[in-house]
């Protein structure tokens, strides 16, 4: 039955005329509210919802933040006049917190004042700047290929198990632990027993007080796992722009909020666009991604994760996210199948970066040759695959020799995984790394065995 509507025709007060899962119709009679308004159950503020969008005169949908079964048709609404807000400030490093603020990690509530909107416009661009200054991340295969600049943006993209988290963990724990910078991270959509790894990982390596976490995981609703990135946007402005700090941002997954995206449109009724996805997919990740720059106040410098589902990079969502990166990491199955970590594909990874005015003359010059040798080898490799090596000529089976040595030379034992593999994790400097790689490739190293590259550090781990 309707409930009577003449009951609830206040100022300020509505009734709720559906449930959808996570998609609550409500209706105003007076002073609706606006969009992105907190709106709450009476006599159960725990129990609220977020104004998305209007469906018709007086008709509102809304996102639940509360489980369906302690909503009921023609229960009273109540507005709050406020938008969804965060607690900022350096008080949340060391900590977890959910987009609301609530302590995740079995320690005593926040008692922080300062809150702020978790929905802000990104700087104008003449406030927008960009340095020339490298961060070493101690990982060869990266700081040689793809080489990060503070106030940038750096990609992993890899499909399901070949190591994307482990290798953020990774450089989150190298820039952190070694260079002592603060960092947010999000947790976005993963799994729960992922985010306890992190969290007794950085513990145990005592990176945990340098690091805000914000957790949204798989067994969230959608409206909750949509708003982790905004969240930990929002804490890393505060600290940039407040307290003038270089911030490392860390996200994994980005892909999974382009799933919650799509989740929410599905329950919105939004006809679907590309690929399935929602037609507001590009703007969403504008949303995001447009607030991770630097400015006079500090600097963000962005490593996120993106999951490839089924391997496939031309995916809509994967290609809508991609131009946002200035250097790009693609993890291969191949080359995880072949037991080389981290299993990062060379040729097809890129950079921003590769000018020798960033880089210097030497690793430019190196890196060049590099990426010249390892394509010839990937020509050698499929003729080698059908009459095999005995027909290459001497000058190529050189070549071809130089290369393994070289791939080897990128594997790397990591700290993250240490505990797993029983090996202690390693870090090794740019200089090194530059080094290792002209010596390989000027033959100097001709007359030690493949074999002896791999899982080394610099060249004095060497064991002829």
Known sequence: ??????????????????????????????NPPFIG??????????AFFEVHSASAKNTFLCLSFTEPDKLFRGAKVKRTEKS???????????RVID???????????????????IYQSPPPYQEIVSGKELIETGIKVIDFFTPLRKDEELGLF??????KTVLLCELMHNVVFFKKGVSVFAGLGERIREGHELYETLKKSNVLPSVALIFGQMNEPAAIRFKVGFTAATIAEYLRDFLHQDVLFFIDN??????????????????PSED??????????????ERLVSTKNGSITSIQAIYLPADDITDSGVQAVLPYFDSVV????????????????????????????????????????????????????QIVSIVGEAELSVENRTIYHRTKKLLNFMTQNLFTVAEQTGVPGQYVKRKETIEGVKAILEGKLDWIPEEAFLYIGGLSDLKS
């Open 1 to 30: 039955m309707e409930p009577e509507k003449q009951n609830i025709n206040i100022g300020g007060t509505g009734y709720i005329l559906s449930i959808r899962g996570e998609v609550v119709e409500v209706e105003f009679y007076k």
């Open 37 to 46: 308004e907190i709106l709450v159950l009476e006599g159960n503020p725990k």
């Open 84 to 94: 969804l807000k965060v607690p900022v400030g350096k008080e949340l490093l060391g």
């Open 99 to 117: 987009i609301f603020g609530n302590p995740l990690d079995g320690l005593p509530p926040l008692e922080i004042k300062e809150k702020r909107l």
């Open 158 to 163: 890899g499909g399901a198990g070949l190591g």
């Open 254 to 271: 980005v892909y999974r909020f382009l799933q919650a995206g799509n989740e929410l449109s599905t329950m919105l009724s939004v006809i």
């Open 276 to 289: 399935g996805y929602q037609p507001t997919l590009n703007s969403e990740i504008g949303e995001l991604e």
């Open 330 to 381: 693609i993890l291969s199955r191949d080359i995880y199948q072949e037991g080389r970590y981290p299993a990062v594909d060379i040729l097809d990874s890129s950079s921003s970066v590769t000018d020798p005015t960033i880089l210097g003359q030497e690793h430019y010059e190196v890196l060049l040759e590099a990426k010249k040798v390892l394509e010839r080898h990937k020509n050698l490799q």
